[in-house]
């Protein structure tokens, strides 16, 4: 029904960069043979999945939006994608994302956008626009997505789906490929919370292929979405972080963030105001940490190890060369913005100015975090600023584009878990509404999340 559902509709939406049905339905003929001889499988045996195309699957392509990978498959899987198949979960697909998950609207991918199933003429999010159009559009019923800035949350609130970014070293991020280290997390898209919870144990927990695996058992998360669902809250201190609203929020998006208090106020919490003054400067310390890592991790794409290989026209066919031919055109626009801006952030003489002080208030971020959860159980804001815009909107203008992670970023710079949960409609377009909770109390934001479904 899924693959139906695809061919009928994607042609519209461009939510897949492949479709892989063979796959699909061989997992999910086996699935079958092993339920009819008594084999006990796990809740999500069966249930088919879109793969963002950044997290490498062995035989299927992967292009993580780039034209520098085009033609690439990996030999492996990621760990997820291992667990995944294990569990007999059948991959639809790769979805469509922006170039390296650099961007906030999809509209950076090397392959064409992908449309907003709620209204076509406007982007879905970035940079997992593709995973989030594909459930919102119910080509899938679950998806995976990576989160560096909020890739997973802000396409869940202008798509109106469930994101969810895990706490750092929940999820492991081998055969992920990377754009900054430091902040990348993987984690699920979902049309429920408590979807969101069976997909996020069966892809978390220890893997020692990651250096940064946090080698702990995760929370009950399900158990705390059941839990949540009851519809009580009492004793819970929800904290509302004065710098993420107000002033640069569109009307509607706060409207919907003040209806839900009064909501999370009905269910028995406590909802107090809390600061956290460093969130002015998270955004300005993210453009330079990210870019910075990231220009190291895209040295590998050189035309000598994977996908796109171009020798210069004419002239000598030294590596140098080849190498800046290869970069110059297999990279789009904004991964040579960023690209270049990294390399300046760490070069000798500036390393300290930019990146130094990117890094400090990084600390700054994540003490504001700690002090704001000793007052409160949970943090919240609306996820992103705005609804979905339209096409072209903020192209040309990186900084209006950098401005949609103002809300999603402090969690990527200190660690902590976010969820984006739909929160209404505001001019017929989805908002989202974001629970932060501190590191590895990720089942905090999953109770709060069922509570508000
Ligand atoms: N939109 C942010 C950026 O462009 C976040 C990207 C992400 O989370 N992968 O960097």
Known sequence: AHLDRIAHVDGDLNAFLHVSSEEALATAADVDSRRAAGEELGPLAGVPIAVKDVVVTKGLPTTAGSKILEGWIPPYDATLVERIKAAGLPILGKTNMDEFAMGSSTEHSAYGNTKNPWDLERIPGGSGGGSAAAVAAHEAPLAIGTDTGGSIRQPGAVTGTVGVKPTYGGVSRYGLIAM???????????????????????????????????????????????????????????????????????????????????????????????????????????????????????????????????????????????????????????????????????????????????????????????????????????????TAFKFGEKLDDPLAMYLNDVATIPANLAGVPGMSVPNGLSDGLPVGFQILAPAKADDRMYRVGAALE
């Open 180 to 386: 900054a280290s430091s902040l990348d997390q993987a984690g699920p898209v979902t049309r429920t919370v408590l979807d969101a919870a069976l997909l996020h144990e069966l892809i978390g927990g220890h893997d020692p292929h990651d250096s940064t695996s946090i080698a702990e058992p995760l929370p009950a998360l399900a158990e705390a979405a059941r839990q949540g669902a009851t519809g009580d809250l009492s004793g819970l201190r929800v904290g509302v972080v004065k710098e993420l609203s107000g002033e640069g929020y569109q009307d509607g998006v706060s409207a919907r963030f003040t209806e839900s208090l009064d909501t999370l106020r009905s269910l028995g919490a406590q909802v107090v105001e809390v600061s956290c003054p460093h969130f002015t400067y998270a955004l300005d310390a993210y453009y330079l940490i990210m870019p910075a890592e990231a220009s190291s991790n895209l040295a590998k794409f050189d035309g000598m190890r994977f996908g796109l290989r171009i020798e210069p026209a004419d002239g000598p066919v030294t590596a140098e060369r080849v190498m800046a031919a290869t970069r110059g055109t297999g990279f789009g626009d904004e991964v040579k913005r960023r690209v270049i801006l990294g390399t300046y952030a760490l070069s000798a003489g500036y390393y300290d100015a930019y990146y130094g002080s990117a890094q400090k208030v990084r600390t700054l971020v994540q003490r504001d975090f700690a002090a704001a959860f000793a007052q409160a159980d949970v943090l919240v804001s609306p996820t992103a600023p705005t």
